[in-house]
Structures are given as structure tokens and as C-alpha cells.
């Protein structure tokens, strides 16, 4: 553990995975302070930071990354950097790519200009993910993303992200860290997203759209994993470094759909199968041996099916949260 007393600016603090992130951080880290930068877009929630707010290690500023003055603001007095903010569904990058280009990219690179001009610029670790790796076949479970996988993502979401930062890594000694994780899941998630909506819908008795053949294979990570991931790059990592994070929990969309029929006392009446996603990746996969060996981490809370089941758990119980999103959502 780093002992110095960090500030830490973190971008999307509003969200799902970097709101998380932020109540971790004040938890177990007494001498860091946080610097929470959102827009607070559809998926930018307070609410999900309420046990934050009176927190003295704690700050919230409302802003856009794409904003150099607002960033060189939130930015004053930070020693690291973690960047969640970002358009994360990439179900709207189909349907228009500008806002991801726009945020996951140019937004990247104003942060890493930002952090340039800084007298002394801090840590960067820009949050990845394994999405831009493109898709594996179902018929070679051999197969797994490392970090030497070619880049070749199949949505117009944020991969330029990551050759930014690797970019800046290269030519100026940019202090960047990236990490690619699979898909999350846990509190906080915003109604959307395939679990928290099909839990939610179930919670209403209402049916679950379930894509294609339902065959497409996720490796699913406990938001709780990818938060400690997180940090122990951030303080551990190598810089110029990409570091994998995966929960090592493999499961195809009817899989998962089956597993909270089961827990949620529904059957597959309840599955309603819709037309395919363009471009639906098969399956991905990662292989997290480089911070499992170089960092010593491993995930504690992904395993299927406890982790879900505790995830339906938390929506039963707060629907305070969710249910003013799903009506706009
Ligand atoms: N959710 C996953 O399964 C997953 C998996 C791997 C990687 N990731 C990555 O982690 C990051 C966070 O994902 P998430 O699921 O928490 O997303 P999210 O959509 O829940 O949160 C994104 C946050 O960024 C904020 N934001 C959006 N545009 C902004 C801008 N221009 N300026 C400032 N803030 C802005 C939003 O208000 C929101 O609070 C993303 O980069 C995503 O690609 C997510």
C-alpha cells in the first residue's frame, strides 16, 4: 500500500464501476482524498454516492472531461488519476458514435493534456476494456485475451482511448497505467445494462429480452474485483503496463437468463428473444495471469452463482435507486 496521503482525481465517479470505486477507496484508504469529476449524464447518479457526500476526504465536481479548464481545475493539487468517465453502453455506440468517440476518446486525450501541463504529472490509469479486443469463436474455449492480443474491436466505442494513452506513454514518458476487464456486474449498475435489467424486469414480473441465440459467451467480474484491480494498479502497476482483469466466470446470455429465472422462481416463459445485436461479439474471454502474478490479485466475489444471487438481492432492496431510472431509461 502506498502511504502517502494521495489525492485522487476520478473521472465518471457518478457512474456504476467509479462509484463503487470511490466508496472503496474512502473505506480502505484513511489518507487518500477523492476528487469525484462527472458530467452527470444519464448514467451519472449522486444517489449512488449519498453515504459519500459528508465524507471530509471527499469532493464532487460537476464537469465534463472534454473541458480543459474544468479538468485543469479538478485537477489542482492530484497525485493520480483514474478515468472512468465515459459512454458505456455499447448498444448506443451502434446507434450513434459520435458521444463515444467525443467523450471515450477526445475526452481521454484532454485528460492527458491536462495531466502534461501539471508541474508534477500525476499517475494515470485509464480504465479499459476487454471489448476492444474484438470476439473469440464459441468452438475454441483454449482461446483467452491476453494483453499481446491484437486490437480489433468490433463497436465504435473507445479503443483509440487506449492507444492515446500508450501513445503518450511512448513519445513523452506519460505516467499511464490502462486496465481491460470483462463485463461487471453488482450494485449500482444502471438499469440498462443486461443483468440489472433482467433482474429488474423480473422484479416487475415482467419478460426479459434475451439477444439472438442467446449463445454469446461473457466472462462476468464482480464489480467489487474490478475496484480492487483498480487500485492495486494504481499504486502497484507499471507504467506504459496493461494489466487484464477478468473474473474467471465464463457464462453465455441464456446461461445467466437460466441461473435468474431459477433464482427469481420464473421459468423460460419469461424469455423473450429478440433480434440479435449488429456485430454481437461471441465470446470474450480473458486471461488475467500478468496482475495475477505480477500484482498478486485475484477476484474474491465473481463466482456464479452466489455473486449473482447477492446481486438480485441488492435490487430487491433497493428499488428506491432503480426505479426512478427505469422509467427514464
Ligand atoms: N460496466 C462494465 O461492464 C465495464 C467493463 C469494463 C470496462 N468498463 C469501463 O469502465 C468505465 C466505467 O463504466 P461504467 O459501467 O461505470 O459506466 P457508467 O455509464 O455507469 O458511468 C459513466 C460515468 O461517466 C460520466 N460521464 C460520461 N460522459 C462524461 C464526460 N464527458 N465528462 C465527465 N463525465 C462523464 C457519466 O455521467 C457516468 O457517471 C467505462 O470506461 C467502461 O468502458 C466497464
Known amino acids: 500500500m502506498v502511504s502517502d496521503p494521495w489525492q485522487i482525481l476520478v473521472t465518471g465517479g457518478a457512474g456504476f464501476i467509479g462509484s463503487n470505486f470511490i466508496r472503496m477507496v474512502l473505506a480502505e484508504r484513511p489518507n487518500y482524498s477523492v476528487v469525484n469529476l462527472d458530467a452527470l449524464t444519464y448514467a451519472g447518479n449522486l444517489e449512488s454516492l449519498a453515504d459519500c457526500v459528508h465524507n471530509p476526504k471527499?469532493?464532487?465536481?460537476?464537469?465534463?472531461?472534454?473541458?480543459?479548464?474544468?479538468?485543469?481545475?479538478?485537477?489542482?493539487?492530484?497525485?493520480?488519476?483514474?478515468?472512468?468517465?465515459a459512454e458505456s453502453h455499447v448498444d448506443r455506440s451502434i446507434c450513434d458514435s459520435g458521444p463515444f468517440v467525443s467523450t471515450n476518446v477526445t475526452g481521454t486525450q484532454v485528460l492527458l493534456d491536462a495531466c502534461r501541463r501539471m508541474d508534477k504529472c500525476p499517475r494515470f490509469l485509464h480504465i479499459g476494456t476487454d471489448e476492444v479486443y474484438g470476439d473469440l469463436p464459441l468452438d475454441r474455449p483454449d482461446l483467452l485475451f491476453t494483453e499481446n492480443t491484437p486490437l480489433c474491436p468490433s463497436s465504435p466505442y473507445k479503443a483509440a482511448a487506449d492507444l492515446l494513452v500508450l501513445a503518450y506513454h511512448h513519445t513523452?514518458?506519460?505516467?499511464?497505467?490502462?486496465?481491460?476487464?470483462?463485463?461487471?456486474?453488482?450494485?449500482?449498475?444502471?438499469?440498462?445494462?443486461?443483468?440489472?435489467?433482467?433482474?429488474?424486469?423480473?422484479?416487475?414480473?415482467k419478460r426479459v429480452p434475451l439477444y439472438g441465440d442467446g449463445l454469446n459467451v461473457r466472462d462476468w467480474i464482480h464489480v467489487q474485483d474490478h475496484c480492487e484491480a483498480v487500485l492495486l494498479t494504481l499504486e502497484k502497476g507499471e507504467l506504459g503496463q496493461v494489466y487484464n482483469v477478468g473474473g474467471c466466470n465464463e457464462w453465455s446470455n441464456r446461461a445467466l437468463t437460466d441461473m435468474l429465472l431459477d433464482c427469481m422462481d420464473y421459468d423460460e416463459k419469461m424469455i423473450e428473444p429478440v433480434a440479435d445485436r449488429l456485430g454481437h461479439d461471441r465470446r470474450y474471454a480473458i486471461d488475467a495471469s500478468k496482475i495475477q502474478n505480477e500484482l498478486g490479485w485475484t477476484p474474491q466475489h465473481s463466482a456464479w452463482p452466489t455473486g449473482l444471487t447477492k446481486t438480485v438481492e441488492w435490487y430487491r432492496q433497493h428499488e428506491t435507486w432503480w426505479r426512478p431510472l427505469k422509467m427514464q431509461s
Open 172 to 205: 513523452f514518458g506519460f505516467p499511464g497505467i490502462i486496465t481491460r476487464c470483462s463485463n461487471n456486474f453488482g450494485p449500482f449498475q444502471f438499469p440498462e445494462k443486461v443483468i440489472p435489467l433482467f433482474i429488474t424486469n423480473l422484479i416487475d414480473g
Open 58 to 85: 471527499y469532493q464532487f465536481i460537476q464537469g465534463d472531461i472534454r473541458d480543459s479548464a474544468v479538468v485543469e481545475r479538478a485537477l489542482a493539487g492530484c497525485d493520480a488519476v483514474v478515468n472512468f468517465a
